[in-house]
């Protein structure tokens, strides 16, 4: 399978703890994107790469939230101290190098419950 | 403040039928109008995408309709499918590297 994969895909944890997820994008793609998405809503963003470069982030993106691309591959989002807020799901997407394609395909997401 | 705007908010369509949902949104600056579609436990699947240099786009059963000085686009399904029963959302994108603002999504049921 090509597409986007996440890990894990369910993570429960108790407050305070801190939890790390991981998100391999589509092979060659060098846009990654973090989108957060709670029950009922639709995904809301959190942060992007380009290639290693972490070039924006949503104020949604508090001092706890920590995400990194370090080798422009793969990407991991870290929560510190978590919070019974912090309980969603984690979407990871990917887009193309090429300037032309606009398309993000998503992950599976890492559903997070915060107990 | 919320950019785009999504309705209905859940939708109950006949097998057959077709099912149409609305977006509108503001900013004219936006310029890369996407539809996904969820179902429970998965991640948005990327459906039908449109700019804003065309009204209408068409692929298979599923058509946007966008109309740029109304600030506003729309998805239809024809020959709705039980298969097409899960959660749809459009989105706003800007530019070619650009975060995706996504609406508040449509709840569709498809009736046998």
């Known amino acids: 399978d090509t597409g986007v994969s996440q890990n894990p895909r369910h993570k429960i944890t108790k407050r305070g703890q801190n939890v790390t997820f991981r998100c391999d994008p589509i092979s060659e793609h060098n846009r990654l994107y973090w989108y957060r998405q709670t029950l009922g809503q639709g995904p809301e963003f959190l942060t992007y790469f380009q290639n290693e470069a972490q070039l924006e982030k949503s104020r949604l993106l508090s001092d706890r939230f920590s995400a990194e691309r370090p080798k422009g591959s793969f990407s991991t989002l870290e929560i510190q101290r978590t919070e019974q807020g912090d309980s969603a799901m984690y979407l990871c997407a990917s887009s193309s190098r090429l300037a032309a394609l606009y398309e993000q395909y998503f992950g599976p997401g890492t559903r997070l419950t915060v107990t | 403040q919320q950019q785009v705007k999504q309705s209905p908010q859940s939708l109950i369509v006949q097998k057959g039928g077709i099912s149409i949902i609305n977006c509108a949104y503001e900013n004219t600056a936006f310029d890369y109008f996407p539809w996904y579609q969820q179902f429970p436990g998965k991640g948005p699947a990327l459906l039908i995408a449109?700019?804003?240099?065309?009204s209408e786009k068409k692929e298979g059963r599923f058509t946007i309709s966008f109309n740029k000085s109304a600030k506003q686009f729309s998805l239809h399904i024809m020959d709705s499918q039980p298969g097409d029963s899960a959660t749809y959302f459009c989105a706003l994108g800007r530019g070619t590297a650009s975060k995706l603002t996504f609406g508040t999504g449509t709840r569709l049921q498809v009736t046998l």
């Open positions: 449109i700019r804003p240099d065309v």
